[in-house]
């Protein structure tokens, strides 16, 4: 499959808890994003890398969040001391850069349930 | 980007096209239209985008009108796997502002 893969695909944690996920976006893109769903609305962008520079980050992403992408390949999204307020799907996705009008493609998502 | 607008839900009967409004009528001259579509607990999907001219592919096909200010997404022959929320956006084609802003979408049931 060389589509974005994401893992884990669910995970359900204690409330105060670190929570990580990861990502791999298609070979060669140099783009990804990170948004978070919930039940009932959009996805809502959280931050995007351009290989490995994370060039913008939404208001969503608090203090608690990280994202990192080392070496611009895979990235990783860690959240601290978890809320219920966090339980979300977290989508990673990615595209190639300097193509106008150029497409971005989602992972399946990882699932988060804080309890 | 520009806001779009679309139904909250729609229903077709399967095996026959289903045409998805939208409207986005503060469009820009360098803003494309991007249409995804996301089924149940799944990531969304990429359908179809354009600028000025329909497009087609082996999904949909994408109408925009001349001015711009509407599309439609239509799917030709629906089946039950087409039951999903389909999203349609409107993205600046420039480097720099590279997101997709989703709204609510529309949800689209496929009736057997």
């Known amino acids: 499959d060389t589509g974005v893969s994401q893992n884990p695909r669910h995970k359900i944690t204690k409330r105060g808890q670190n929570v990580t996920f990861r990502c791999d976006p298609i070979?060669?893109?140099?783009?990804l994003y990170w948004y978070r769903q919930t039940l009932g609305q959009g996805p809502e962008f959280l931050t995007y890398f351009q290989n490995e520079a994370q060039l913008e980050k939404s208001r969503l992403l608090s203090d608690r969040f990280s994202a990192e992408r080392p070496k611009g390949s895979f990235s990783t999204l860690e959240i601290q001391r978890t809320e219920q307020g966090d339980s979300a799907m977290y989508l990673c996705?990615?595209?190639?850069?300097?193509?106008?009008?150029?497409?971005?493609?989602f992972g399946e998502g990882s699932w988060l349930t804080v309890v | 980007d520009a806001k779009t607008t679309q139904p909250t839900s729609m229903d077709c009967a399967e095996g026959r096209a289903a045409n998805l409004p939208c409207n986005h009528s503060t469009i820009s001259g360098n803003e494309y239209v991007y249409w995804y579509r996301q089924i149940h607990s799944q990531g969304p999907q990429y359908i179809i985008h354009?600028?000025?001219n329909n497009e087609t592919n082996e999904m949909a096909s994408l109408i925009i009108t001349e001015d711009r200010k509407s599309s439609t997404l239509i799917l030709p022959h629906a089946t039950l796997r087409d039951t999903a929320v389909y999203y349609c956006?409107?993205?600046?084609?420039?480097?720099?502002?590279?997101?997709?802003?989703f709204g609510t979408g529309t949800r689209l049931t496929i009736i057997p």
């Open positions: 354009g600028l000025k």
């Open positions: 996705a990615s595209s190639l850069e300097a193509v106008l009008g150029n497409t971005i493609y």
């Open positions: 070979s060669e893109h140099n783009r």
């Open positions: 956006i409107v993205r600046v084609a420039n480097f720099g502002n590279e997101k997709l802003t």
